[in-house]
């Protein structure tokens, strides 16, 4: 890796040029995105490390990337005399970024630690500067290397932008920004600076193709009772775009025109300010009063409409159909020698024969065997492992559909169950049912259902490390919060109209991985006099589980019922999307147990 | 009420004397106890309202008391005539403290607010601070109209104070203060002032009988390095006490010296302060640094060590022993005319045939019919019901005993219980037997929890509004943090050794009230390398559940076993402590069903 080491010795000499102590690069980019376009991986290009999670550290002497477990193997490969060291997040032997740096610059006098702002949320750079305070340290947020050393930079995507058509999204911008202008006039806020990308997609009923997997235009947003604005890059904008904008009277300015725009803006506007979305170099362009808050328009995109309601059902209608066909083949093929690539690339084509279907919404984790066992497993043509006509495969797979975005886990078997594979299976299952027939009190958030599909396994001493829920965005980003079921103490509450998986899983190192998801609707429940009224779960999602890894004994018969109705449900639904025979074996995995 | 209206004017005088334009009188005392001595109930005194919750406000024209919906009865009745209207917290249409007290002052110019700062903690006048300033008041924190007007006033009580045990505590004083003095410096705190009564009682050993229900002195304590000082009137230290104090080098100093020593604390020193405790007086006392903490000791006395937890376990024998005679006798004699008042007499008869025992650790609730559906009920002679041969009873009291505290409910049948009173029973167990037999790994929050004992009653629309467990004292509160289990986002987690009810309930009003609650030990469950360690519940209260008011339909397997195994332990527990009649009584209630 002689080309990351010429690179990391020339960002040393800027950092001595400018006299920077230490500078953190982190994988994000002006968006705060999930997935980032080429244009902004610095520190892929820097570390060449092309993992999603990552941040790297370097200082004159030491340069460090911390990652999360998933990428463990893959850091510790691509980082190979790099230049750099790989450090574990969140485990016991590695110091996490702070202290490691605390004690590298233990010894420097005053040191200067640096960041580019553009890339790091107001809420980073605020902890970050009470940080450097309590260790005497300065931080200095204008140090963007990036523009200098980073000669063969991609350009920023050219996608063109599309009007996301209101019979799809069921409400105009006309209605959606009055919405918004209520809310801001509830905190007292004139306007507010939109970043976030599916924010400011969902909000002007705009799509684009910039980012892998979430449909959306690199763009900024700045809406008030005065104006409305939007800065994108010119060739986004086709006549169609144009004309949307124009009928909404939003005004198009220049992308790289948001910083000066925010400069200029008058001292007696107020602005709301998503700590955690905006960044802190255009926070700090603002010259006006600010209000700090989760962004409002979180909370109006994860309640969705009836319109958006209805396309939910309908895409997931598609997506069982195409799932029912790539598991038919899987079944079929598990002794030809196909590999996981082989199953992921067969899901984009079954998808693809859907002309709402525009891309996944993430890469398909097809985990075979012991590959199911790592979380996030994403598999490559080099590592692919090629089936047998046994053991256990994990799908987890999402489209984008453009009245719908779906995101599914089902795990199967290929032949000839153990015992404790079936055992495993039915625990987790048990879990995911407890949760999907849950009702609720309105005001009851995520984290307090949360432990509904845990509790199989932890009578067993056994649970999963991720969350078990998070929201799903309305053809938009497959993740989107506010709302989550985690054992973090998320206080957002569970409301009718927000869409979010069901997912609890077990993974068993070297052996196999288990997890069943569906997406839920929450809808309204029973309402009554005494008690309030209450919310229960709808599941939206289509396709059977494997009856075959059922350990019947350990049901409840309210359990046997429920997977009978949901199956009962799916056969009914996706029959009319399948010829005969793919109805048939549909049939026969959805027969009453 | 006369004299009331004469009290209230008289305050008037005061306040216009001052150039106050409102005054907030709370009903707590300078420890922010629970449970008040009547030296503090100045409140009770200008209001004529005696309920454990009520906040007064009074301004130049009007008089208010908010209390919640337990007292909405009594204060009704008590405030009759008294100047005094009552306002309902929490319920929609009635404003709370702030709107209410905004609107009266919008037409005052430069509005002062008042209060004593001495009986409201540094938490809830910073919180008024910030709110005066958002409206334009002023707020005065040096009102101390109860020193001038209250010429009645009740000396404060003087009980003598005396020593805990070691046998008993199971630590004694020199470890706990050096166990307190490492968490101080872990915060970079070189002393600490201790005002809640249960943190100086614990620390120092010594327990009081100056307050109803929970064995305390009133003291405060402040334990550096250097010293360790209780400030405590002399009367209450007889010989034994001086001798144990001398033991420890504690410094004995007057009650009313406090504030003066806190004045003249070294500038250089870092004192902790828990802000929802202390007082805004004493901190405001403190010219030195001040650290804002939690009450470390809150966190050290809520795990138990293995000497109190026997203690408890032979409590809960006494305990369990008492109640076995308690129900015998109310089922004996329920057609015989006894009231609700007789119930709770006999039960401190009974506990009172203990040595061990000092006083209930809580009023007695003993609730028939549809005063079992009023939460807070707490019987009097002029309220109490006659019992009849039928319906149901409520019971939840505690007792305290120099070993441990107790808390427990039952519910239970007098006779002919009807269909809808099992199934609602059935629910409330379901929900009770879910909670205890939980696994769960280390790190879990009292909220993640809390759900299992809620499901069975959400699942039919029903619920209950108080929380699921709260944290007891050993031979102290009946109620203490900081762990709990409830729907509040409380991130305390749940330790080995912490003790906490579980306590689920229904309440149909007009008609009964079922609750059934245990107090629950958190153990070590299975430790395991790939999942972590698990905790689980031991329950210590001895009790059999009524099983004449259980559905079985509505049971499973696991659950019928779970209420055996109890009743088994219950059975063999209790037996040893009860004469034949008795012990044969318990059998047949404790009979596999």
Redesign the interface.
Known sequence: MKETRERLEALRDEMRRVNVDAVIIPGTDPHQSEYVSDHWKFREWLTGFDGTNGTAVVTLEKACLWTDSRYFLQAEQQLQDSGFVMMRENMGNDPDLRQWLAQELAQVEDPIVALDGRMHSVMEVNRLEHWCGDNGFQLATDFRPSDKLWTDRPARPSAPAFVHDVKYAGEDVESKVARLLQLLDNVDADAMLITALDDLAWLYNLRGGDIAYTPVAIAFGYVSHKERNIFIDAGKVTDEVKQHLRQYDIHVRDYDEVEHFLSRRSEHETVLIDPDRVSDTLAAALMCQKVYARSPIADLKAIKNEVQIEGFRHAMERDGAALVRLFRWVEANADKGITEMDVARKGIEERSKSDMYTDESFAMIAGYGEHGAIVHYEPTDATAATLQPQGILLVDTGGQYLDGTTDITRTVTLGNPTEQQKHDFTLVLKGHLALQ?????E???G??????AR?PL??E???YGHGTGHGVGHFLGCHEGPQSIR?D?N?VVLRPGMITSNEPGLY??GQYGIRTENLVLTVR??E?D???N?LQFEPLTLFPYDVRLIDRSML?QEEIDQINAYHQMVCTRLTPLLCDDEAQWLAQRCAPI
Chains 1, 2 share one sequence.
């Not at 027939?437 to 009190?441: G, I, L, V």
């Not at 984290?447 to 509904?452: F, K, S």
Request: charged share 15%; glycine share 10%; with cysteine.
């Open positions: 027939r849950a009702r609720f009190p005001g009851t958030c984290v307090q259902l949360d432990v509904l509790l932890w009578q001493a056994k649970t054992t103490l206080p068993l190192a429940g029973p009554t005494d008690f309030g209450f409840i």
